[in-house]
């Protein structure tokens, strides 16, 4: 006992050490646990924006010490999730297949200065070839002679036609490499814009995973990130020439008869001194359709090799914006891969601009540029126009007039804003392939903070309502069960800590499921001592024995719940790992206390000789219900639920999923009010912007709504369009307020994946349990086993689909949570059926069954009401988010109390009658 006293009391310290750094953490208000994390950062040697070191330049050398204290104590308490302080999680995947076009172009470029000499050649690329054509056979050798064969693999398509193309192992080298410059990149950048604790990591071979908790503005980092800054220096083409080819593009849409029109205004000015060039504008409003016309494949076949159209930024003011379009060398003279450093400055005229600064061979070249315009603008009057590109559109196009040395500047009509966050990306240079965003989670702090706090209240209203339950049936003994439940949280929460685990909603969820549990084992001990007393032993070898006794049943029925948790954790990303993580470290931490904490406690109660007995209050004395009679009445109602409910989940089809498991993806807004709307008003707000197909769900007394639509190309201008015509349709009522929105974003890749790894988890935590239950028991057990478990998962769908409750993420981890809490309750008749064949001597299969689950009765109905309370309270008080969780397992609970005794256990009746056997004097 002495080992067992020392263990228990360094676990609660332990514990109460780590629960108190947490209490501590977060009773601080927000503003000083902000500095502390900033004092930390810096003295970790991270990078600290502008206004955050001017933060900690304001503190005194006392109050620096203070918050260097408060920062060690940050090292010793939970994270919280996205979904709990609000941030941005994002899922991109970088281009690689891009990225090889680029370094295929950059090589090409090379290839075609190396080959200019030959006379008649033609070099194009398609993508991930290049073809070379020539016009003698002769001129093959020298060709191949030219091509780097370390680079290029050569094959001769015909005796004056080549095809090079990079070798399988360069070419995975190169998509390899751009993952990882990727990563590299968005790092920097992120720790340049100053975010506490990002979470940024590869996913899979091309994705990147990119989480920035805590941020208050998540679209400003999101741009930050996703943008490429490709900067690139090109010239523009010779005057006159476009002008013919804007000619030959009209010509060329009036010949196909086609209602496409090319509304550009072309003009020919002079400057100062008289050098013509070409000015061709267009309005903002026939961006698209111009943008549509210069893809089209005849009007790409009118533009000379080596040259490419582009077109600027948006220019002027509002209601007069518009547009300028160029046509450029494809080549660009310099490009950011010399840079080396930019800032937001200003001109002459005190207008924002970002100031470059390369280093001295990109300074050369253009000085040697500048130097050539120069002399062009003054001997020869041409001008020569220098466009500055980023990403492909315009934003300056200066005339090179005067020499220019390493530092030119970028125009543009900046914010402050702007100006800091484009000198920011591309002083930490561009990514070297384009990245799509397949998943995006946007959460304002405010929500966060609301879903701390009714998860919290959720838990604390389960626990009370769990403990005044056990409190009174068990008395003195569920004073025990109490203290042990409570130790268990404090447990779980100080794990939590030392693996410095990032908290979820859905982890807050596995903690308010584990109180439910958690009881499990107390109830089956005290059922157990209770049994042991009935049959005449002293109070303190029936306390020896029901712990024995109960110890192997509670092993198997928590061993097939941590496995569907690893299952869990195995296929699930994010929260729904937090929930996994929580349940897992519950299950094992509810199995210490009570096997081993409440063991000790009443160990040491029984020393006492006042100590003569554990009085309980008891449901039914002896029951002698007939389960298995009923067997018939529960196979034929069970059909016809699930009938019922898989008949509605087909006819629904699609519309069971929710965005992240849906073929399509899709975007989902979280939205509020300050008082309650018409779902209607909404949906005709929605109709008016042209927005048909749209899912409606209102929640909160009519204050909260949850819109979904379609992921389209433009899905971000589309979110912006919504929240203006919600801003307008209600003003005054609606929340315009990024702390007060959600925006959940998945598309269609992630969408299918996300769907196939939550049937494979189903399936795998499925053969898993019944392999363990095989094992552990017989065949038959395991047959019965899988039946009842895919009575319940599949009925709790199918009521779901009738509820029209959506499928997610959440929905799979509750219903992986439901194999492992139907298992239990099986698991512990089992046993017991298995205990009874070995003592009942002379009595039927289905008496023994039958006597088998009357005596487990009392826990049945005990853990079952316990574990309802718990999912209850989230259901009622954890707020939209986890709603559809709660239910699920609310269901889920209530199904697998009824199989574990209707489906279960009489299955193996029927099994044993089909095979004509009574047992007798097993």
Request: charged share 25%.
């Given at each position: 006992?002495?080992?067992?006293?020392?263990?228990?009391?360094?676990?609660?310290?332990?514990?109460?050490?780590?629960?108190?750094?947490?209490?501590?953490?977060?009773?601080?208000?927000?503003?000083?646990?902000?500095?502390?994390?900033?004092?930390?950062?810096?003295?970790?040697?991270k990078?600290?924006?502008?206004?955050?070191?001017?933060?900690?330049?304001e503190?005194?050398?006392?109050?620096?010490?203070?918050?260097?204290?408060?920062?060690?104590?940050?090292?010793?308490?939970l994270?919280?999730?996205?979904?709990?302080?609000?941030?941005?999680?994002?899922?991109?995947?970088v281009?690689?297949?891009?990225?090889?076009?680029?370094?295929?172009?950059?090589?090409?470029?090379?290839?075609?200065r190396?080959?200019?000499?030959?006379?008649g050649?033609?070099?194009?690329q398609?993508k991930?070839?290049?073809?070379?054509?020539?016009?003698r056979?002769?001129?093959?050798?020298?060709?191949?002679?030219?091509v780097?064969?370390?680079?290029?693999?050569?094959?001769?398509k015909?005796?004056t036609?080549?095809?090079?193309?990079?070798s399988h192992?360069?070419?995975?080298?190169?998509?390899?490499d751009?993952?990882?410059q990727?990563?590299?990149?968005?790092?920097?950048?992120?720790?340049?814009f100053?975010v506490?604790?990002?979470?940024?990591?590869p996913?899979g071979?091309?994705?990147?995973?990119?989480?920035?908790?805590?941020?208050?503005?998540p679209?400003?980092?999101?741009?930050?990130?996703?943008?490429t800054?490709?900067?690139?220096?090109?010239?523009?083409?010779?005057?006159?020439?476009?002008?013919?080819?804007?000619?030959?593009?009209?010509?060329?849409?009036?010949i196909?008869?086609?209602?496409i029109?090319?509304?550009?205004?072309?003009?020919?000015?002079?400057?100062?001194?008289?050098?013509p060039?070409?000015?061709?504008?267009f309005?903002?409003?026939?961006?698209?359709?111009?943008?549509?016309?210069l893809?089209?494949?005849?009007?790409?076949?009118?533009?000379?090799?080596?040259?490419?159209?582009?077109?600027?930024?948006?220019?002027?003011e509002?209601?007069?914006?518009?547009r300028?379009?160029?046509?450029?060398?494809e080549d660009?003279?310099?490009?950011?891969?010399?840079?080396?450093?930019a800032y937001p400055?200003?001109?002459e005229?005190?207008?924002?601009?970002?100031?470059?600064e390369?280093?001295?061979?990109?300074g050369?070249?253009?000085?040697r540029?500048?130097?050539?315009?120069?002399?062009?603008?003054?001997?020869?009057?041409?001008?020569?126009?220098?466009?500055?590109?980023?990403?492909?559109v315009?934003?300056?196009a200066?005339f090179?007039k005067?020499?220019?040395g390493?530092?030119?500047?970028?125009?543009?009509?900046f914010?402050?804003?702007?100006?800091?966050?484009?000198s920011l990306?591309?002083?930490?240079?561009?990514?070297?392939?384009?990245?799509?965003?397949?998943?995006?989670?946007?959460?304002?702090?405010?929500?966060?903070?609301?879903?701390?706090?009714?998860?919290?209240?959720a838990?604390?209203?389960?626990?009370?309502?769990?403990?005044?339950?056990?409190?009174?049936?068990?008395?003195?003994?569920?004073?025990?069960?109490i203290?042990?439940?409570?130790?268990?949280?404090?447990i779980?929460?100080?794990?939590?800590?030392?693996?410095?685990?990032?908290?979820?909603?859905p982890?807050?969820?596995?903690?308010?499921?584990?109180?439910g549990?958690a009881?499990?084992?107390?109830?089956?001990?005290?059922?157990?001592?209770?049994?042991?007393?009935?049959?005449?032993?002293?109070?303190?070898?029936?306390?020896s024995?029901?712990y024995?006794?109960a110890f192997?049943?509670?092993?198997?029925?928590?061993?097939?719940?941590?496995?569907?948790?690893v299952?869990?954790?195995?296929?699930?990303?994010?929260?729904?790992?937090?929930?996994?993580?929580?349940?897992?470290i519950?299950?094992?931490?509810?199995?210490?206390?009570?096997i081993?904490?409440?063991?000790?406690?009443?160990?040491?109660m029984?020393?006492?000789?006042?100590?003569?007995?554990?009085?309980?209050?008891?449901?039914a004395?002896?029951?002698?219900?007939r389960?298995?009679?009923?067997?018939?009445k529960?196979?034929?109602?069970?059909v016809l639920?699930?009938?019922?409910?898989?008949?509605?989940?087909?006819?629904?089809?699609?519309?069971?999923?929710?965005?992240?498991?849906?073929p399509?993806?899709?975007?989902?807004?979280?939205?509020?009010?300050?008082?309650?709307?018409?779902a209607g008003?909404?949906?005709?707000?929605?109709?008016?912007?042209?927005?048909?197909?749209?899912?409606?769900?209102?929640?909160?007394?009519?204050?909260?709504?949850?819109?979904?639509?379609?992921k389209?190309e433009?899905?971000?201008?589309t979110?912006?369009?919504?929240?203006?015509?919600l801003?307008?349709?209600?003003?005054?009522?609606?929340?315009?307020?990024?702390?007060?929105k959600?925006?959940?974003?998945?598309?269609?890749?992630?969408?299918?994946?996300?769907?196939?790894?939550?049937?494979?988890?189903?399936?795998?935590a499925?053969?898993?349990?019944?392999?363990?239950?095989?094992?552990?028991?017989?065949?038959?057990?395991?047959?019965?086993?899988?039946?009842?478990?895919?009575?319940?998962?599949l009925i709790?769908?199918?009521?779901?689909?009738?509820?029209?409750?959506e499928?997610?993420?959440?929905?799979?981890?509750?219903?992986?949570?439901?194999?492992?809490?139907?298992?239990?309750?099986t698991i512990v008749?089992?046993?017991?059926?298995?205990?009874?064949?070995?003592?009942m001597?002379?009595?039927?299969?289905?008496?023994?069954?039958?006597?088998s689950?009357?005596q487990?009765l009392?826990r049945?109905?005990?853990?079952?009401?316990?574990?309802?309370?718990?999912?209850?309270?989230?259901?009622?008080?954890?707020?939209?988010?986890?709603?559809?969780?709660a239910?699920t397992?609310?269901?889920?609970?209530?199904?697998?109390?009824?199989?574990?005794i209707?489906?279960?256990?009489?299955?193996?009746?029927?099994?044993?009658?089909?095979g004509?056997?009574?047992?007798?004097?097993?």
């Amino acid at each position: 006992m002495k080992w067992k006293t020392i263990l228990v009391l360094g676990v609660i310290a332990i514990s109460l050490y780590f629960a108190y750094a947490n209490f501590k953490w977060y009773s601080l208000p927000e503003e000083k646990r902000e500095i502390a994390e900033l004092v930390a950062r810096r003295e970790a040697g991270k990078a600290l924006s502008e206004a955050e070191k001017e933060k900690i330049a304001e503190l005194t050398e006392q109050e620096k010490a203070d918050y260097h204290r408060l920062g060690l104590l940050r090292g010793r308490v939970l994270s919280l999730g996205l979904d709990l302080q609000g941030g941005a999680h994002l899922v991109l995947a970088v281009d690689t297949d891009k990225a090889l076009e680029i370094e295929i172009t950059r090589h090409l470029t090379t290839l075609r200065r190396e080959l200019h000499h030959i006379e008649g050649v033609r070099l194009l690329q398609d993508k991930k070839i290049v073809n070379i054509e020539f016009a003698r056979e002769d001129d093959y050798q020298t060709i191949r002679d030219i091509v780097d064969e370390n680079i290029w693999s050569l094959d001769r398509k015909s005796p004056t036609e080549i095809v090079l193309a990079f070798s399988h192992r360069r070419a995975t080298t190169i998509k390899r490499d751009a993952v990882v410059q990727t990563l590299g990149r968005i790092r920097r950048r992120v720790d340049e814009f100053g975010v506490a604790e990002p979470l940024i990591q590869p996913q899979g071979e091309r994705r990147i995973i990119v989480q920035l908790p805590g941020m208050r503005d998540p679209e400003r980092a999101k741009e930050i990130i996703r943008r490429t800054a490709f900067l690139e220096f090109k010239l523009a083409a010779p005057v006159g020439l476009i002008s013919e080819i804007i000619s030959n593009i009209e010509a060329t849409l009036a010949i196909k008869e086609e209602e496409i029109s090319f509304p550009v205004h072309h003009r020919q000015l002079l400057t100062d001194i008289g050098a013509p060039f070409d000015m061709v504008s267009f309005s903002e409003d026939d961006f698209a359709r111009i943008n549509s016309v210069l893809q089209k494949e005849e009007i790409l076949a009118l533009i000379p090799e080596g040259y490419s159209f582009a077109i600027t930024r948006s220019l002027g003011e509002a209601g007069r914006r518009f547009r300028n379009l160029y046509l450029l060398k494809e080549d660009p003279v310099l490009t950011g891969a010399l840079l080396e450093n930019a800032y937001p400055s200003f001109d002459e005229f005190h207008r924002r601009v970002i100031q470059l600064e390369f280093n001295r061979h990109g300074g050369a070249i253009m000085s040697r540029i500048s130097r050539r315009a120069e002399r062009a603008y003054n001997e020869e009057r041409k001008a020569t126009i220098l466009t500055i590109l980023l990403d492909d559109v315009i934003y300056s196009a200066p005339f090179m007039k005067v020499r220019v040395g390493g530092r030119p500047i970028i125009t543009g009509d900046f914010t402050r804003e702007e100006a800091m966050d484009l000198s920011l990306v591309l002083r930490e240079g561009a990514l070297p392939a384009p990245i799509s965003t397949e998943m995006e989670m946007m959460i304002g702090a405010s929500l966060g903070a609301d879903s701390i706090h009714a998860g919290i209240r959720a838990g604390i209203i389960g626990f009370i309502g769990i403990a005044f339950l056990i409190g009174i049936y068990y008395l003195k003994a569920g004073l025990i069960t109490i203290f042990a439940l409570f130790l268990n949280l404090i447990i779980v929460l100080a794990v939590l800590s030392m693996l410095r685990a990032t908290l979820t909603l859905p982890g807050i969820a596995g903690i308010i499921l584990v109180i439910g549990m958690a009881v499990d084992a107390n109830i089956l001990i005290f059922e157990r001592i209770r049994e042991e007393v009935k049959s005449g032993k002293a109070i303190r070898s029936a306390i020896s024995a029901g712990y024995q006794r109960a110890f192997l049943t509670i092993l198997d029925a928590n061993l097939t719940t941590l496995i569907v948790a690893v299952v869990l954790f195995g296929f699930g990303t994010g929260p729904i790992r937090g929930f996994a993580t929580t349940l897992s470290i519950g299950i094992i931490s509810s199995m210490f206390t009570a096997i081993v904490v409440t063991r000790l406690i009443l160990d040491l109660m029984a020393r006492r000789k006042s100590f003569t007995g554990l009085k309980m209050l008891q449901i039914a004395n002896a029951p002698q219900i007939r389960f298995v009679r009923q067997r018939r009445k529960a196979f034929t109602l069970s059909v016809l639920v699930l009938l019922a409910g898989m008949i509605t989940f087909f006819a629904r089809g699609e519309e069971n999923f929710g965005i992240d498991l849906s073929p399509g993806g899709g975007v989902l807004l979280e939205r509020h009010f300050t008082a309650p709307v018409y779902a209607g008003d909404i949906r005709e707000a929605l109709i008016f912007i042209g927005i048909e197909e749209a899912r409606i769900q209102q929640f909160n007394d009519n204050k909260g709504v949850l819109v979904r639509i379609g992921k389209g190309e433009d899905y971000e201008v589309t979110v912006q369009t919504i929240d203006a015509q919600l801003s307008e349709k209600f003003h005054g009522l609606f929340i315009d307020d990024e702390e007060f929105k959600r925006t959940d974003v998945i598309g269609p890749v992630m969408g299918r994946e996300m769907q196939r790894n939550g049937v494979l988890a189903l399936i795998f935590a499925l053969a898993a349990v019944v392999a363990y239950i095989t094992w552990r028991f017989e065949i038959k057990f395991g047959i019965a086993a899988i039946i009842a478990l895919l009575h319940d998962v599949l009925i709790t769908v199918g009521i779901l689909s009738i509820l029209e409750v959506e499928f997610n993420l959440a929905t799979i981890a509750a219903l992986l949570a439901i194999i492992g809490y139907s298992l239990n309750d099986t698991i512990v008749i089992f046993d017991r059926i298995r205990e009874n064949l070995k003592s009942m001597h002379g009595k039927s299969y289905a008496e023994i069954v039958n006597t088998s689950i009357n005596q487990t009765l009392s826990r049945t109905f005990l853990t079952s009401l316990t574990t309802l309370l718990a999912m209850v309270s989230l259901f009622v008080l954890g707020g939209i988010a986890i709603s559809g969780f709660a239910l699920t397992l609310i269901i889920g609970i209530s199904l697998g109390t009824f199989s574990s005794i209707f489906i279960a256990a009489p299955i193996l009746v029927e099994w044993q009658r089909r095979g004509g056997i009574l047992i007798q004097n097993v």
